[in-house]
């Protein structure tokens, strides 16, 4: 999708202003910060827990600020990288295997294939779908083959493909330094879109109608790569979603589960967890607004590809980042999902209980 991609009704997507001011990642401390461009706003908002965490001097606080000011410069300029990587990609890059561009069902599990068949089929309901999956915990996690093996293994050669070739690579978020945007590689229109519309919404609009899962209309994608002497781990954190697809590609490795905990809770205090284990190829389901992360993985490579699906008739009433009304500023493609006017007029607001 092209700089200023439109959203329901042929409005633009857009982003919250708070992308430049929120959830800043301190990776030393482990913290998400706010920053307003004052430190001494810093100082009094998170000092008590920087210190906790080994900040003690001013030089080490003064490098704090030099961090998230650095981290706040990044994010101004990512649109502009962004398009210009994907431009680049677009020109020069020779996809491994150009067959997995356009999504086909023989990229598709049978199991999961056969859970859509019956999502849209008449009587689908809450309780009949839940015998079509693994539920996890009363947390509403739930999990499900997705990809079938073969494609994959076809898939990772292909990331890999990509990471060992020349082109310019942008890194999926501020919490994870080695993987891939897909939105960047071109895999946007033909295989993210449609697999958002036709095969996970209609498992989403039944599992998590009260979160927008019925009326997902826009999404990020990105692959992640953990191993020895890269990313090992994944501090706490919710997502920018109404709900995460979040699928293990392989390859072989140990430990690493995934654990998680509230919802909606602050990040930088993570209360009791449950674990969940990766189960290659397969799809864990949950609410953005659930508080996870990743323990260190202890051998091994492992791939995983994440959709934050997102409904702007949701995030137009309330950012999930900020959780305020959102400040709607330009963005390319889809955004961070929100739809409306920028700067200015109040988006307009829609009950989602009228849409269950």
């Keep these: 999708m092209e700089p200023g991609g439109m959203g329901p009704g042929g409005g633009r997507f857009l982003a919250c202003a708070c992308f430049f001011t929120d959830n800043l990642f301190v990776p030393r401390y482990g ?37 998230v000011e650095k981290e706040v410069r990044r994010r101004k ?7 210009e990587r994907k431009q680049v990609i677009s020109q020069k890059y020779t996809p491994k295997h150009p067959h997995l ?42 999990r499900l083959p ?24 942008g890194r999926p978020n501020s919490m994870n330094n080695y993987g891939v945007l897909l939105n960047e590689l071109g895999l946007d229109d033909a295989f993210l879109t449609p697999l958002r519309e036709r095969y996970l919404q209609p498992i989403t609009a039944l599992l998590y109608p009260d979160c927008g899962g019925g009326c997902l209309d826009s999404h990020k994608a990105f692959v992640v790569k953990y191993a020895l002497h890269e990313d090992l781990d994944l501090s706490s954190h919710y997502d920018n979603a ?39 190829h397969h799809g864990l389901f949950h609410r953005g607004g659930q508080i996870h992360g990743a323990l260190p993985i202890a051998s091994g490579e492992r791939w995983n590809l994440i959709v ?49």
């Design 146 to 169: 997705v990809f079938s093996d073969g494609f994959c293994q076809a898939f990772i050669e292909e990331l890999e493909n990509f990471e060992q070739s020349e082109m310019p690579k």
């Design 101 to 142: 561009y356009t999504l086909q069902d023989s990229f598709l599990a049978p199991e999961f294939l056969e859970t859509v068949k019956y999502c849209t089929s008449k009587d689908a309901n809450l309780q009949g779908l839940l015998r079509h999956l693994e539920s996890i915990s009363d947390k509403r996690i739930y």
């Design 242 to 280: 109404e709900v995460t697809v979040n699928v293990s590609l392989g390859k072989e490795f140990q430990e690493g589960n995934l654990y998680f905990a509230g919802f909606q809770q602050d990040p930088n205090s993570v209360p009791k967890y449950i674990e969940v284990e990766h189960v290659p």
């Design 31 to 67: 913290l998400h910060l706010r920053y307003c461009g004052d430190p001494e706003q810093l100082r009094r908002d998170y000092g008590p827990a920087l210190r906790e965490r080994g900040c003690r001097t001013e030089k080490e606080f003064e490098a704090v600020v030099q961090e």
């Design 308 to 356: 934050w699906m997102r409904s702007s008739l949701v995030r137009n009433r309330l950012c999930p980042m900020c959780n305020r009304v959102p400040e709607l500023v330009e963005a390319e493609g889809f955004g961070d999902g929100f739809t409306g006017s920028p700067r200015g007029k109040q988006p307009d607001t829609v009950d989602v209980c009228s849409l269950t």
């Design 77 to 83: 300029e990512l649109p502009r990288q962004s398009r």
